[in-house]
């Protein structure tokens, strides 16, 4: 099946034959889908604090924050922003010349309203000779977007979202990564200093690291904290296989083995990597200006401030274990812990002896934990919190994709569709364990949670495998508490017109 060059191509990539072997074995089987118990409600599994219990969590993480513990701040920053200007790239290539859509007519009625209209300004002068204002009069609206989007202009149809102006200040526009350095500052430094580490693609890596050095000082400054930031890329052995549609190798023009990243899930190596006790996990894109962050950095405290107070319980109860001299009722108690508090349950749990007992929490406790913040569903497009079986037979907290769902089972359609709470991307995360060591975070991946999509490349249909997502199957066997966060703390971008939503005016 590969030829010389073909186990040249792999290696130099750091992936075994073996692999791309399976990898073509799964891409020809399929996945398994999961099997459902419920989908997570304020009811059955997600935690809805009320305002004591709020500030006793706040507090816990402010007194945790106080012991001088390391904290990361971990923002998947990878790939060029150019879905968001999907519109306007249809409009530069449509064979009209005005606005005609809803989409296009609210870009241009609106356009002093986003923070990059002075940048944009400047390039339509040096290229067309005209400014904005101008060029609207002589309804030359291309050449506004074609400014906005190529690369004679600002770029923006290739440059990435963590760089692209989202929000105007009277010091000046900020862009996502300014905007997630000021979070860090606010809820995630401790001991003066504040770490940062975004993920990137090859290509934009010189181009972050520039206009991080270019804006540290000012945030240091601003915020009396002394900045970390570090980046990485998503790595080469991560990437994955395509396949024709009868499952061969797909090969590109040259003859050579075509990879693809394998998508976000391929970050847990790039997550393994970061020597912290907690780490935030949050998108580039979900950023607010100053005046709506109290609420972001409140619940952020507060679900830092869950996890720390479950890790305590779960680093006494394990120590306990340790120790030999428990009692029965004690593990009875670490059994309510793991149920109520972990949400893991074992449906034949009582007919362990208590040695098998001892085994099987010891086991469930001493994993990496994750609490996640989810927020009221409101038709958002995305993942949302499960009640799902696992591969040995317990029930417990997942965060899962459509494509997870078998769309055959009416039962569980139901579910996915009827779910009142949806995935916001909100994590906090604990990867040491109660003896200060690091967990090796890909022994706890589902390698069965990857999914097939179809894609094409040069006009020919492939299928390509993505690895299991970094919040779904990637962080499939963690502790995960789900915590009910308020709307307003989720704000994406997916397209250049959200920027002119009242949350980002």
């Known amino acids: 099946m590969f030829t010389e060059s073909d186990l040249k191509q792999i290696a130099a990539r750091g992936i075994t034959e073996e692999q791309v072997r399976q990898q073509l074995e799964q891409i020809a089987e399929g996945f398994p889908f999961l099997k459902l118990e419920a989908a997570a409600s304020v009811e059955k599994g997600i935690v809805a604090p009320d305002s004591e219990e709020r500030e006793a969590y706040v507090k816990a993480w402010q007194d945790y924050k106080d012991e001088g513990h390391t904290i990361v701040k971990f923002v998947p920053a990878s790939g060029a922003a150019s879905r968001m200007f999907k519109n306007m790239f249809a409009f530069v290539d449509a064979d009209y010349d005005v606005p005609t859509t809803d989409f296009e007519k609210c870009y241009f009625e609106r356009i002093r309203d986003f923070a990059f209209r002075e940048e944009l300004c400047d390039k339509c002068k040096q290229n067309e000779g005209k400014n904005i204002k101008t060029l609207l009069a002589e309804g030359n609206y291309k050449a506004i977007a074609r400014n906005m989007l190529a690369a004679e202009g600002l770029n923006y149809g290739q440059l990435p979202k963590g760089l692209l102006l989202f929000h105007n200040y009277e010091d000046g526009p900020r862009t996502p ?7 860090a500052a606010m809820y995630a430094s401790s001991n003066g200093k504040a770490n940062v580490h975004f993920t990137v693609s090859h290509e934009h890596l010189e181009l972050f690291k520039n206009k991080v050095a270019e804006k540290l000082e000012k945030y240091a400054n601003q915020f009396g904290v002394t900045y970390n930031v570090s980046f990485s890329e998503q790595k080469p052995s991560t990437d994955t296989i395509a396949a024709n549609t009868d ?26 990597e970061i020597d912290a006790d907690i780490v935030f996990i949050k998108n580039i894109d979900n950023v607010v200006p100053d005046r709506l962050k109290p609420a972001t950095v409140e619940w952020k405290q507060v679900i830092a401030g869950v996890l720390v107070t479950l890790q305590a319980k779960a680093f006494d109860y ?12 004690q593990l009875e108690e670490i059994i309510r812990f793991v149920q109520r508090d972990l949400c893991c349950r074992k449906t034949d749990i009582k007919e362990l002896e208590d040695a098998d007992l001892v085994i099987y929490l010891r086991k469930k406790l001493n994993r990496p934990m994750r609490v996640c913040g989810v927020v009221k569903n409101v038709g958002e497009p995305g993942g949302g919190p499960f009640l799902t079986y696992n591969q040995d037979g317990t029930v417990s907290l997942q965060i899962l994709e459509s494509s997870q769902i ?9 579910m996915f569709k009827n779910g009142t709470h949806f995935n916001p991307v909100d994590l906090v995360c604990a990867t040491k364990d109660y003896k200060g060591n690091r967990f090796n975070l890909p022994d706890y991946v589902d390698r069965s949670t990857g999914f097939i999509s179809s894609k094409s490349k040069n006009g020919k249909e492939l299928k390509a495998l993505e690895l299991p997502g970094l919040w779904n199957g990637a962080m499939s066997d963690w502790n995960t508490i789900f915590v009910e966060v308020p709307l307003e ?7 250049v017109n959200d920027l002119l939503r009242e949350q980002h005016q």
Request: no cysteine; hydrophobic share 30%; net charge negative.
């Open 318 to 329: 394990l120590r306990l274990l340790d120790s030999g001299r428990y009692t029965h009722e």
């Open 247 to 272: 499952n061969t190798p797909f090969r590109n023009a040259d003859g050579s083995l075509l990879f693809r990243p394998g998508g976000h899930g391929a970050l847990i190596e790039n997550l393994n």
């Open 177 to 183: 990564m300014e905007e997630h350095l000021v979070e």
């Open 406 to 414: 078998d769309t055959a089972n009416e039962e569980y359609v139901k």
């Open 489 to 495: 703390t989720f704000n994406p971008v997916k397209t």
